[in-house]
């Protein structure tokens, strides 16, 4: 491809270290949930983040009701995932610290004159607390911040491609001439399903977990979501950027 037109990015632990944080609090919630519709089991952040990465909160209870066979009604959804944004929020905005190398990496984008946007699949309050705790919130303009979750018309988190559909649609731009950042197995997929080229960052794993998880998801993301250039530190992101605008 010619140079990208647009540089789309997710957040969670792509450019925010924000996931265990928001698991945190999301795991309070989820437990309440379970506990009010009888079921037994109780989650840790760790189980309920293997269980759900990459999922909203939304997406998160269609998985718990398929999971402990239970059903919520629209309404009971719609209370507790507000609950849930309200949560999280705020302790994004207490606790959010940004991934190394990333304010780089946006600033020389800048002065390159590459546009930037977030697409991210957590609901958009949450996604702003945490880019202005890590300082970067300047580099998108609000509009385009895209969330899976409050953006679509209907909410659908990735894996599906809509949110990047939208994003794309809004930006005015076809989304084979951008380029995306994915942590994550689900965003990895939705843009794969999307066509939009992607650069696999595991990076986050190394901070968090080691060498054994970082080498994990490379396979993943290579082999199961069809990504071809992998990125294991924010430094690396010109290179990167430059292998799939030169095509690979």
């Not at 020389?108 to 202005?132: D, F, N």
């Not at 809509?162 to 995306?180: D, I, M």
Request: charged share 25%; glycine share 6%; hydrophobic share 35%.
């Amino acid at each position: 491809m010619p140079r990208a037109k647009y540089v789309l990015l997710d957040c969670d632990n792509t450019l925010c270290l924000s996931e265990k944080i928001a698991f945190g609090q999301c795991t309070l919630v989820v437990n309440e949930v379970l506990e009010k519709f009888g079921v037994t089991e109780r989650y840790t952040p760790e189980t309920l983040l293997d269980t759900c990465v990459g999922q909203n909160f939304l997406t998160m209870m269609e998985t718990m009701q398929k999971r402990h066979g239970f059903t919520m009604s629209p309404e009971e959804v719609k209370a507790y995932a507000d609950k849930e944004v309200e949560k999280v929020t705020e302790k994004l905005s207490e606790e959010c610290t940004v991934i190394p190398g990333v304010p780089e990496q946006l600033e020389s984008l800048k002065q390159q004159g590459y546009p930037m946007s977030v697409v991210s699949t957590s609901a958009k309050p949450r996604v702003v607390a945490s880019l202005k705790k890590c300082g970067i919130y300047n580099y998108f303009p609000d509009e385009h911040i895209y969330s899976a979750a409050t953006s679509l018309p209907e909410p659908k988190g990735k894996p599906d491609p809509a949110v990047y559909n939208f994003a794309c649609q809004q930006l005015g731009v076809k989304n084979s001439e951008c380029v995306t950042v994915e942590d994550s197995g689900s965003g990895a997929t939705a843009a794969m399903n999307a066509g939009i080229p992607c650069i696999g960052f595991v990076g986050v794993y190394g901070i968090e977990e080691g060498p054994e998880k970082v080498a994990e998801m490379e396979k993943k993301l290579r082999e199961k979501c069809n990504v071809k250039v992998i990125m294991y530190n924010w430094s690396e992101f010109p290179e990167c950027l430059k292998k799939i605008e030169e095509g690979l």
